[in-house]
C-alpha cells in the first residue's frame, strides 16, 4: 500500500508544484504527506527531502 500511496502523492505534488508554485499551502501540505509517508515506511532519506520548514513570524508579522 505504501506503493500505490507513493505514487498517488509524487504526482499530486507535482501537478500541484507547476501549478501553485513551491510557496504555496498546498504544495507544504502535500510535501508534509510526502513526509510522513516516507517515516512512516522507514525511508528516512527520502522523508528528509520532504520535511517540512518551519518559520517564525516576528510581532511585525515578517518571517526570519
Do not use: I, M
Request: glycine share 4%; charged share 30%; hydrophobic share 30%.
Amino acid at each position: 500500500r505504501y506503493e500505490e500511496a507513493e505514487k498517488l502523492l509524487l504526482v499530486s505534488n507535482e501537478a500541484l508544484l507547476a501549478k501553485r508554485g513551491a510557496d504555496s499551502k498546498q504544495v507544504k501540505d502535500s510535501q508534509a504527506r510526502l513526509h510522513r509517508l516516507y517515516t512512516q515506511w522507514g525511508k528516512l532519506e527520502l522523508a528528509e527531502k520532504y520535511r517540512p520548514v518551519h518559520t517564525t513570524t516576528t510581532a511585525s508579522g515578517s518571517s526570519e
